[in-house]
């Protein structure tokens, strides 16, 4: 059993309190408090520890993100209502999820978290930083498919994954830009759908 040093203990505990700094911004006051100097206020740190922990606000976003996500989706209990269903449905109610989840934290928030500073979006450097875990489920999902014999011959399933990410993008970016203007379900279903069928057997 590896056993934490009491600076590394020290270090987890510093970066969960700008963590959960951000989160008690972000429920009583709302995003256009959540800047690097309130962050910083409300957890009792210097500038130079928050960016020690988080190199970006953005990373700090991408943080807050996965924790949040995965509350939401254990609130709505993502496993049952995937259980039973077939992969590509699993996969399309996975981002479904992810769409009820952007739209109760809310337009503001996405704006600035969709965009081309935020290096954590970025499918290509998921494996070298961490946490790689927001997305990571899709593509477990479709490595089970692949291994079922689900997809075609020559799907590579790390491309595909890839692809989800950035129709994923795409439609939560152009939702963010429109302010709303249309349901991202159908858009997911309207673009995904039919990739997914595309790369099925």
Request: hydrophobic share 35%; proline share 2%.
């Amino acid at each position: 059993m590896e056993l934490n040093t009491p600076k590394q203990v020290q270090t987890q505990e510093t970066k969960q309190r700008i963590y959960k700094a951000a989160c008690d911004i972000m429920k009583k006051k709302g995003f256009s408090y959540m800047t690097v100097s309130n962050i910083c206020k409300v957890a009792n740190v210097s500038n130079g520890t928050f960016f020690y922990h988080f190199k970006t606000k953005e990373e700090l976003f991408t943080h807050f993100n996965y924790e949040q996500f995965a509350e939401f989706r254990n609130k709505n209990k993502f496993d049952q209502s995937v259980k039973d269903l077939p992969f590509d449905r699993q996969i399309i109610t996975f981002y479904d999820y992810w769409a009820d989840y952007m739209e109760q934290v809310g337009i503001e928030f996405f704006s600035s978290y969709y965009n081309t500073k935020n290096y954590s979006l970025d499918v290509r450097i998921w494996n070298s930083r961490q946490p790689v875990f927001i997305w990571n489920y899709p593509g477990e999902v479709l490595s089970r498919a692949k291994k079922e014999g689900l997809l075609k011959d020559d799907v590579a399933v790390d491309h595909s994954a890839e692809v989800f990410a950035t129709i994923m993008k795409g439609i939560a970016f152009d939702w963010c830009l429109s302010k709303g203007a249309f349901d991202m379900h159908e858009r997911i279903e309207e673009i995904l759908g039919p990739y997914l069928a595309s790369i099925s057997k």
